[in-house]
């Protein structure tokens, strides 16, 4: 820890991705960061690069080339099974589908992530015990007492999103990361949602990196940026 504490959050330098496939999709990333504590807002069309752009800095893929510092680690220099390990325990992530475990109650798919994240659950523990801790987000966000026990496929759309940030919330991680949650909610209820995810964020003084098209969002985050004034302009070298 210690040291640990002055880095940024996030650090990309000269990240280069392509997807595995014949022409496919590449991401070419000159220079991100992100300090610790800001609520980003990430701007970018549909089909810009703004899901793959997340799915690099949490780890689920793995850069052909570049350096990706996260929390002062190098994400690049780590083996697959310890990526996995740092992203559950560093990142809460908010998908945009949700992935919620259909049949699963809505309390366990909550408390999934403390499985995988020895540090997360020992926040959770002394935050008053793991279910605890699940229900008391719940209810912050806005979800009914009783809901805990339902399946999440018996769940609305707006629950489920709420249910899904709870599960990036429990045991405060670091970084939490959000890929356009907002997106199948009408406005109101996108105002909604965002106090109540803000108010959660302040209180861990998490950082915050949403990505979205909708550029409505954008009073209500402390910096926005565009994707495209992060990409590596060159064009002299594709990657290989
Ligand atoms: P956004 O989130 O901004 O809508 P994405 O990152 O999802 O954009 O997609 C950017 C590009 O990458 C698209 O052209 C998409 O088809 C391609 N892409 C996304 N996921 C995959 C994948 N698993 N395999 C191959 N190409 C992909
Ligand atoms: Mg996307």
Same mark, same amino acid.
């Given at each position: 820890m210690n040291a640990e504490a002055? !880095?940024? $959050?996030v650090r990309l330098h000269g990240v280069e991705y392509k997807w595995r496939a014949r022409d496919a999709f590449g991401l070419s990333i000159g220079e991100f960061e992100v300090s610790r504590g800001e609520r980003l807002l990430l701007l970018g069309a549909s089909g810009s690069g703004k899901s793959t752009l997340l799915s690099l800095l949490t780890g689920l893929v793995s850069s052909q080339s570049g350096t990706l510092e996260i929390l002062g680690t190098r +994400?690049?220099?780590? %083996?697959g099974g310890a990526r996995d390990q740092f992203r559950a325990e560093h990142f809460g992530i908010i998908f945009q589908m949700f992935n +919620?475990? @259909?049949?699963?109650a809505v309390i366990d798919n909550v408390m999934l992530p403390l499985s995988f994240a020895p540090e997360r659950r020992a926040r959770a523990m002394a935050a008053g015990g793991t279910e605890n801790e699940a229900r008391r987000l719940l209810s912050a966000l806005? +979800? @009914?007492? #009783?809901?805990? *026990?339902? !399946?999440?496929? !018996? +769940? %609305?759309v707006g629950q489920q999103q709420r249910v899904a940030t709870a599960r990036a919330l429990i045991g405060s991680p670091e970084i939490v990361v959000a890929d356009e949650? !907002?997106? $199948?909610?009408d406005d109101g209820r996108q105002q909604d949602f965002l106090d109540l995810l803000f108010g959660q964020i302040d209180a861990t003084k998490a950082t915050l990196i949403m990505v979205s098209h #909708? *550029? *409505?969002?954008?009073?209500?985050?402390t910096r926005v940026i565009e994707l495209n004034d992060i990409? $590596?302009?060159?064009?002299?070298g594709a990657p290989a």
């Open positions: 002055a !880095t940024d $959050a +994400l690049d220099k780590l %083996s +919620l475990l @259909p049949y699963g806005g +979800l @009914p007492a #009783d809901i805990g *026990r339902q !399946t999440a496929a !018996t +769940l %609305s949650p !907002t997106s $199948a909610l #909708d *550029r *409505r969002l954008a009073q209500h985050f990409l $590596a302009t060159s064009k002299s």
